[in-house]
C-alpha cells in the first residue's frame, strides 16, 4: 500500500496546488474589481462581502473555501510525506486526521462547487477549479483508505 498511498499523495499535491493558484487568481481579481467603497459612496442595493464579479452567486463561497482546503491539503500532505518516510504506526494518526480534515474541507468547497454548476454561469478556470476539487474528494478519500489499509491487514 505504501507505493499506492506515496502516488496518491504526489497526485493530491499536485491537484491541490493547482486548487490553489485558481482560487488565489480569483480571490486576486475579486479584490482588485470588486466593490469600491469610500467616503461619498453608497452600498450597491444588493452588497454581499463575498461578492465577486465572474461566476455566480455561489462563485465567492465557492473561492473562500477552495482556498482554505487548499492550503490545509497541502499541509496534510506534509504530514503524509513524514507519515510515507517512517511507515509505522506511530505517525498514522498525524496524517490520517490531517489527511481526514482537508478531506472533509475539500467535500465542503465540492459542495460549493455543485451548487455553482447547478446556478450555471462561470468562466473556464472557475469549471477548471470545481473538477479538480470534485476529483480530489475522491482521490483523497482513496489515500485515507490507503494508508489505514495497510496496518488493518497486520
Known sequence: MKPVASLLLVLNFCMYAVVLGIAGWAMNFAIDHGFIIGQGFELPAHFSPIYFPMGNAATGFFVVFSLIAGVVGVASVLSGVDHIGRWNIDSLPAAASAATIAWSLTLLAM??????????????KLRTMEAFLIILSFTQ???????????SRR
Open 111 to 124: 459542495g460549493f462547487a455543485w451548487k455553482e454548476i447547478e446556478l450555471n454561469y462561470r468562466n473556464a
Open 141 to 151: 478519500l482513496v489515500y485515507i483508505v490507503a494508508i489505514h489499509g495497510a496496518y
